[in-house]
Nanobody, 126 residues
Framework: QVQLAESGGGLVQAGGSLSLSCVAL????????MGWFRQAPGKEREFVAT???????SYADSVEGRFTLSRDDAKSTVYLQMNKLGPEDTAVYYC????????????????????WGQGAHVTVSS
């Protein structure tokens, strides 16, 4: 069982930046694909970014060029750097871990992830 904990959410003005972190509390996620998803009020959860265990990262079109996902397996931590934030980025952001040695390039599908964090609230004011 992999327990994930997100941190770094908060309130920021439009155009600002935030950095989210996700740490595995009870397990290393070496060779696990990792992803971030978000859910805005009244909307379905959507894909944000993923990074495979080969360190290849992919992004949703809506965040491409503004968000950067990276991982430090030695620290069992992934980082989501979010720049040029807008009100449309307001959501609860969830970190997720996939099964070991599957999806080397990550996955955009929520069903491909086995473990989820509790979520980090991000609010962007206009």
């Amino acid at each position: 069982q992999v327990q994930l904990a997100e941190s770094g959410g908060g309130l920021v003005q439009a155009g600002g930046s935030l950095s989210l972190s996700c740490v595995a509390l009870t397990h290393t996620f070496n060779r696990h694909s990792m992803g971030w998803f978000r859910q805005a009020p009244g909307k379905e959860r959507e894909f944000v970014a993923t990074i495979g265990w080969n360190n290849h990262a992919s992004y949703a079109d809506s965040v491409e060029g503004r968000f950067t996902l990276s991982r430090d397996d030695a620290k069992s931590t992934v980082y989501l750097q979010m720049n040029k934030l807008g009100p449309e980025d307001t959501a609860v952001y969830y970190c997720a871990a996939g099964p070991r040695l599957v999806h080397p390039y990550g996955s955009i599908r929520a069903n491909d992830y086995d473990y989820w964090g509790q979520g980090a609230h991000v609010t962007v004011s206009s």
